[in-house]
């Protein structure tokens, strides 16, 4: 009797200790014999996985960079009018990502506590998303750059100043050929610029309205006091302003060079 007690003393032990230490207990076979050896599993000494938290799923994604200095396309685009919208970016959009949209960027995050990288990832692009609304097209091409649309066909002989209302483009084209592409603006509601087929009969490189007493550099007239010609508050200003009429150009290199080249005799088409 004093040995079924301390068996039974023995085996309570047994499975005290394989409760504690997790260790499992096997049980006796039809042989008698156990199957195999008390087995203790210890606590595991392996390093935790870095890839997955705590409760065993993956941690947030580290911010991706999608665009940064040198960057260019629509993407970049966008990003300039946003900042804009929030007073960030005075200048452009350009497409480009230079030094001006880098320090914007930078003090963008700075004022709402992210690292300023000057680099626009992922979490200061959806921090720029819930504060701006979608650019519209000419916030977008205030400054020019936005493609032109197909050539009218009167354009399509001869020499031509092929303009086009609709995307607020000047071709210059030469039996159909497109020589150079540049962004224009036009009149306003009230003084809009006159659509047709015309000719340039005047070019005057240093002209002054007598009218409007603003300067008109290398003005090519086409119809009556309307004139192609470059125009210093387009270069600064953009499609935020407009003309008394004729058509403007804010690039004076480029159309420097095209002035250069025009006829007294060759064909304006303005269309839509």
């Given at each position: 009797?004093?040995n079924?007690?301390r ?11 394989a409760?504690l230490?997790?260790c499992t207990?096997q ?6 014999k156990?199957?195999?050896?008390v087995h203790?599993?210890?606590p595991?000494s392996?390093a ?5 938290s705590?409760?065993g ?8 960079v999608?665009?940064?200095r040198?960057?260019s396309?629509?993407?970049v685009r966008?990003l ?8 960030w970016?005075?200048?452009g ?8 949209t880098e ?10 506590g992210?690292?300023?990288t000057?680099?626009a990832?992922?979490?200061?692009w ?6 701006t ?7 977008l091409y205030l400054m020019?750059g ?5 050539p009218d066909?009167?354009?399509m002989?001869?020499?031509v100043l092929?303009?086009?209302?609709t995307s607020?483009t000047?071709?210059w ?5 497109t020589?150079s592409?540049?962004?224009v ?7 809009p610029t006159r659509?047709?087929v015309?000719?340039v ?8 309205s ?5 300067s008109?550099?290398?003005a090519m ?6 004139a ?14 407009g ?10 290199t480029a159309?420097?060079?095209?002035f250069?080249q025009?006829r007294?005799?060759?064909k ?5």
């Amino acid at each position: 009797m004093r040995n079924t007690v301390r068996s039974a003393a023995v085996l309570a032990s047994a499975a005290a200790l394989a409760a504690l230490f997790g260790c499992t207990v096997q049980p006796v076979g039809p042989d008698g014999k156990r199957s195999l050896p008390v087995h203790v599993e210890l606590p595991s000494s392996r390093a935790p996985d870095p890839t997955r938290s705590a409760a065993g799923t993956p941690p947030a994604s580290p911010s991706r960079v999608l665009f940064s200095r040198g960057d260019s396309g629509p993407g970049v685009r966008e990003l300039q009018a946003r900042l804009r919208q929030v007073d960030w970016l005075f200048d452009g959009p350009t497409g480009t990502y230079d030094d001006l949209t880098e320090r914007a960027v930078s003090g963008f995050q700075g004022k709402r506590g992210l690292p300023r990288t000057g680099a626009a990832d992922s979490v200061t692009w959806r921090r720029l998303l819930a504060m701006t609304r979608p650019p519209g097209k000419w916030e977008l091409y205030l400054m020019g750059g936005q493609p032109a649309a197909a050539p009218d066909p009167r354009c399509m002989t001869g020499r031509v100043l092929c303009i086009s209302k609709t995307s607020r483009t000047l071709r210059w084209m030469v039996d159909g050929r497109t020589l150079s592409t540049m962004s224009v603006r036009f009149g306003s509601q009230y003084t809009p610029t006159r659509e047709g087929v015309f000719r340039v009969y005047w070019k005057s490189r240093h002209h002054v309205s007598t009218l409007y007493h603003s300067s008109m550099p290398y003005a090519m007239f086409f119809s009556g006091g309307q004139a192609v010609h470059y125009s210093y508050d387009f270069a600064a200003r953009g499609y935020a302003g407009g003309s008394h009429g004729c058509v403007n150009v804010r690039d004076e290199t480029a159309f420097a060079a095209l002035f250069a080249q025009v006829r007294g005799g060759d064909k304006v088409v303005v269309s839509w």
